[in-house]
């Protein structure tokens, strides 16, 4: 199915943390990064902080409040590993016409497999920010049949978000950062070598991007809110350690780089978990 929307768009990656750590971030953090308190979200169970970029992006570190069980039973992150544990794209269009168009492109780059990815119809959800301003979107998340069960939120799809309110509310905060990071250029995921080509293929549907970049890993082009371009990256194990991994996730959000434009001296930072 073709489309005429444009690209998506790098909207936020998404960090699970311990609660202690969100509320009291590691130094390697603050020296490099300010970092913006976000607020609770709608269900109670979760809140944020934020690293915000010029280039429109931002990072979200997220908790479940005081660790509770109870709070991570249920939700889609809730036995997640710490660290990047999502990432999420948007566009311009209207979320209930970007879900038609999505899964219709998704159905096309599976015409000759199982067609067994998909996305959930658009869902809407918020969170209410320490100033008490009031926040909502609508997100659509991937995915996946096996046999006849349909599970949500496998790793190798990016989610979309889509603003209700203005998007400005929900991505606020401080854009300077000791580092010099003006937006994230490049996201980077351990995968096994198997499996690039389909990944790349799925991936491009699901951003509308053609692009795989050549290079020896190999990427997908996506834009970002105020106009720089970043990729997602493909890298393949190196250790043992790495093959387990990418052997039993399939597909592991490792880390990030920056764009830092003109200043040459912090371009060996960084951003992974453990920090």
């Not at 202690?20 to 490099?32: F, G, H, I, Q």
């Not at 053609?210 to 809110?225: A, F, L, N, R």
């Not at 106009?227 to 052997?247: Q, R």
Request: charged residues 25%; glycine residues 8%; negative net charge.
């Amino acid at each position: 199915m073709a489309s005429d929307q444009e690209v998506a768009l790098l909207d936020h990656i998404i960090v699970l943390v311990p609660h202690s750590e969100l509320k009291d971030p590691p130094k390697r953090l603050t020296d490099n990064f300010n970092i913006t308190d976000g607020g609770k979200h709608a269900d109670g169970k979760t809140e944020n902080k934020l690293i915000v970029f010029q280039d429109g992006t931002y990072i979200e570190l997220i908790s479940f409040i005081d660790d509770l069980r109870e709070h991570q039973d249920d939700h889609w992150w809730g036995y997640k590993p710490y660290g990047i544990v999502d990432w999420a794209v948007t566009n311009k269009a209207d979320y209930k016409a970007n879900y038609d168009s999505l899964i219709g492109r998704l159905a096309d780059a599976q015409s000759d497999s199982s067609g067994a990815f998909s996305y959930a119809p658009p869902q809407t959800g918020g969170r209410t920010r320490p100033d008490g301003v009031r926040l909502e979107w609508a997100v659509t998340f991937p995915t996946r049949r096996i046999d006849a069960e349909i599970t949500t939120r496998p790793p190798n799809l990016p989610f979309y978000c889509h603003d209700i309110t203005p998007r400005e509310n929900r991505v606020n905060g401080e854009t300077g950062h000791p580092c010099g990071a003006v937006g994230i250029r490049e996201v980077l995921a351990l995968v096994d070598e198997t499996r690039i080509e389909n990944f790349a293929r799925y991936i491009g549907a699901a951003v509308n991007s053609g692009s795989i970049e050549q290079s020896s890993d190999g990427g997908i082009t996506v834009g970002t809110p105020h106009g720089a371009l970043g990729v997602i990256s493909f890298v393949t194990p190196t250790t043992d350690a790495e093959k387990e991994e990418a052997h039993e996730r399939k597909f592991v959000l490792k880390e990030l780089k920056f764009d830092f434009g003109s200043n040459e001296a912090s371009k060996g930072v960084v951003f992974s978990y453990p920090f």
